[in-house]
């Protein structure tokens, strides 16, 4: 490869690099920044500044010049991408297009990507739930996957950590799969979400409706002044980028923290091809990158190496940082990278009308909604499929179809009839990481950047239909406890990946010959390099997953820290 080391070894010196700069590498960078350890973060898409770049944040629904819908020609040219429910007129400049960065289905797989500073923490839904050690005890328990290294009281100080910053809107619950965690004042339920979860409260003693917790300041701290933030507006157009930094992004919080200490080096358009590895001292020593633009690459060095290139192109990475101590990639010695892939299923919904609170309305934008925790399979298994799932429920107040011409249809748009109350429920359901679901690099096909394509081998099982026929049953049956009517269920049949929760391929593990990770998101076999994005995850859980990936980098950052110091 030439055109390396252009400008010195010394001058490409760091103290950490980081590899992405999403929801945890933005993490890792502030925290090291925040520590005074010079860091290079590593961004393979374009710089996208807070507030200087969210083009369309502050547009009225007219000045699209669709409307904020998709032509055909886009449609027909992102036949993947434009499944996903935030790809819009508004916000496609966000997302990775079909045709940027290919690779290939050996089944269905619908990957969904931003490549930009900031990553998907511009896109995500931002949804906040803890762990707890139902979840971090299930492979032990129901005989799937690995034990995970870790419990709840290992990363309970870091959740803390890591939502007192973030900012986290929510209740204090008290419920026991779902731990409680440091909030600011939650959103409310409207009338008919407080009705369907008192009737659901007078019949099960395991089940609960909840708001959603979430990462919007809904009462700024000083720590989030500190940052430039201000409270959410209940816009929700959150995908746009946020003008007030009301909901957490890299780009409104983390990325802009880290640099105001001096200590980081942001570098976008560079695509990192591998990581070195050094015989001699049995470590990594840096990576080779490659500049999108000029398709120059250069290697950059330092002691200690984040890979946060979120789960599948951290899977890439790895795979594709071969040596001759490492012929299957970086760490690989048990052969298990890329493998014990797994994502969460939301093909499920479940939707519904409710004839009462004829007198009461919902209007505004709450950027959430209402949340059912995990309540199969906790104590004990009940059903004839491992784990569970959770759902999310909303409720809002439908108007009468405009009917007429003229005058007439001029005064039904402008005086609406109200209609009945919709209800609606999706399933965000627990998949268990297997062998076969896998992600590989092919033999002969590469990339622009020379690097080989990805292939994505994924599929549900018949453990996700079972549990997709219990969603439809038990949240039916729930719906019609409460009065709720026409009651119907949908299955999308959408394929894995539009969850946009792909985990796992890097697991943690407490043994070398079954996992990847130690208890510290260190590589076993090489321990200067930490995974801490979603290529982590041992098993899935039925929670969003990006606080876990926050609290999970801050405390890998601190061990780091704590072993650079110790070894001088």
Same mark, same amino acid.
């Given at each position: 490869?030439?055109n390396? !080391? ?7 010196t760091y103290?950490?690099?980081?590899? &992405?700069s ?6 890792a960078?502030?925290?090291?920044s ?19 770049d969210?083009?369309?944040?502050n547009m ?6 669709h409307?904020?819908?998709?032509t ?12 996903c429910y ?13 045709n940027?960065?290919p ?6 797989f ?8 900031g990553?998907?923490s /511009? @896109?995500?839904?931002? $949804?906040?739930?803890?762990w ?8 032990a328990?129901?005989?799937?996957? =690995? ?6 009281k290992?990363?309970a100080?870091?959740?803390?950590? =890591?939502?007192?910053f973030?900012?986290i809107?929510?209740n204090?619950d008290?419920?026991?799969t779902?731990?409680? &965690?440091?909030?600011l ?8 979400? $407080? ?7 007078s ?5 609960h409706i909840?708001i959603? %917790? ?7 701290? $000083?720590?989030? @002044?500190? $940052?430039?933030?201000a409270q +959410? ?5 959150c995908q746009?980028g +946020?003008p007030f ?8 919080s983390?990325?802009?923290?880290? *640099?105001?200490?001096?200590n980081?080096?942001?570098q976008? !358009?560079? =695509?990192?091809?591998?990581?070195i ?11 080779r990158?490659?500049?999108?633009v ?11 190496i ?5 789960? *599948? ?11 001759? %101590?490492?012929p299957?990639?970086l ?7 890329g493998?014990?892939?797994a994502?969460?299923n ?8 409710y004839?009462?609170?004829?007198d009461?309305n919902?209007?505004?934008r ?8 995990r309540?199969r399979?906790?104590l ?15 409720a809002? %107040?439908?108007?009468?179809?405009? !009917?007429?011409?003229?005058?007439e249809?001029?005064?039904a748009l /402008?005086?609406?009839?109200p209609g009945?109350w ?14 076969? !679901? %896998? ?5 002969s096909k590469k ?6 394509l ?7 099982d018949?453990?996700?239909e079972?549990? @997709?026929?219990?969603?439809?049953e #038990? ?6 406890d409460?009065?709720?009517t026409?009651?119907k269920?949908?299955?999308?049949? #959408?394929?894995?990946g *539009?969850?946009?929760h ?8 407490r043994?070398?010959?079954?996992? /990847?990770?130690?208890?510290w998101?260190?590589?076993?076999? +090489?321990?200067?390099?930490?995974v801490t994005d ?7 859980s039925?929670?969003?997953?990006? /606080?876990?990936?926050?609290a999970?980098?801050a405390?890998a950052?601190?061990h ?9």
């Amino acid at each position: 490869m030439g055109n390396l !080391n252009l400008k010195g070894v010394k001058e490409n010196t760091y103290d950490a690099i980081v590899i &992405g700069s999403g929801i945890s590498g933005g993490w890792a960078a502030k925290e090291f920044s925040e520590k005074g350890y010079k860091t290079l973060v590593l961004e393979r898409g374009p710089d996208v500044k807070h507030l200087k770049d969210y083009p369309t944040t502050n547009m009225m629904p007219w000045e699209f010049e669709h409307r904020g819908q998709l032509t055909t020609d886009i449609i027909d040219a992102n036949p993947v991408v434009s499944k996903c429910y935030a790809f819009r007129e508004d916000a496609m400049h966000f997302f990775v297009k079909d045709n940027d960065h290919p690779y290939v289905q050996d089944k269905p797989f619908d990957w969904i990507r931003g490549y930009q500073v900031g990553g998907k923490s /511009l @896109l995500w839904a931002r $949804q906040t739930q803890r762990w707890s050690d139902y979840d971090f005890e299930g492979p032990a328990r129901d005989g799937f996957a =690995v034990d995970w290294p870790i419990r709840y009281k290992d990363i309970a100080p870091w959740y803390s950590y =890591v939502e007192k910053f973030a900012g986290i809107s929510g209740n204090k619950d008290g419920i026991a799969t779902l731990p409680d &965690g440091e909030f600011l004042p939650p959103m409310e339920l409207n009338c008919v979400e $407080q009705y369907f979860k008192e009737k659901v409260a007078s019949r099960y003693n395991d089940r609960h409706i909840i708001i959603g %917790r979430a990462a919007h300041i809904t009462a700024p701290q $000083q720590i989030h @002044l500190d $940052q430039g933030r201000a409270q +959410c507006q209940n816009r929700n157009l959150c995908q746009r980028g +946020c003008p007030f930094g009301g909901y957490f992004s890299s780009n409104s919080s983390t990325i802009p923290w880290a *640099l105001k200490t001096g200590n980081m080096t942001l570098q976008p !358009n560079s =695509v990192v091809e591998s990581i070195i590895y050094d015989e001699k001292s049995n470590k990594a020593s840096g990576v080779r990158v490659i500049d999108t633009v000029t398709k120059k690459a250069t290697e950059y060095f330092a002691s200690v190496i984040f890979v946060n290139a979120a789960a *599948l192109n951290t899977n890439l990475i790895l795979l594709n940082s071969t040596s001759s %101590r490492f012929p299957n990639g970086l760490g690989n010695d048990n052969g298990l990278l890329g493998k014990y892939v797994a994502f969460h299923n939301y093909r499920g919904r479940v939707n519904a009308e409710y004839d009462g609170f004829k007198d009461k309305n919902s209007e505004g934008r709450r950027p959430n909604g209402g949340y059912i925790p995990r309540f199969r399979n906790v104590l004990k298994q009940e059903t004839g499929f491992l784990r569970g799932y959770a759902a999310g429920f909303g409720a809002w %107040r439908s108007n009468q179809p405009a !009917n007429g011409w003229g005058n007439e249809l001029k005064s039904a748009l /402008l005086n609406p009839e109200p209609g009945p109350w919709q209800v609606n429920s999706h399933i965000m359901g627990e998949t268990i990481p297997k062998e076969a !679901n %896998r992600v590989s690099l092919d033999t002969s096909k590469k990339d622009e950047w020379g690097i080989p394509l990805m292939h994505i081998d994924m599929a549900y099982d018949n453990n996700d239909e079972d549990m @997709l026929k219990d969603y439809f049953e #038990q949240v039916s049956e729930m719906f019609a406890d409460a009065g709720f009517t026409n009651i119907k269920t949908q299955d999308s049949k #959408q394929a894995p990946g *539009l969850d946009i929760h792909e985990m796992g391929g890097v697991r943690m593990g407490r043994d070398p010959k079954t996992s /990847l990770l130690n208890e510290w998101n260190q590589l076993h076999q +090489c321990k200067n390099v930490y995974v801490t994005d979603g290529a982590c995850m041992t098993s899935t859980s039925t929670q969003n997953p990006s /606080l876990t990936y926050m609290a999970l980098t801050a405390r890998a950052v601190d061990h780091a820290v704590r072993t650079m110091k110790k070894e001088g």
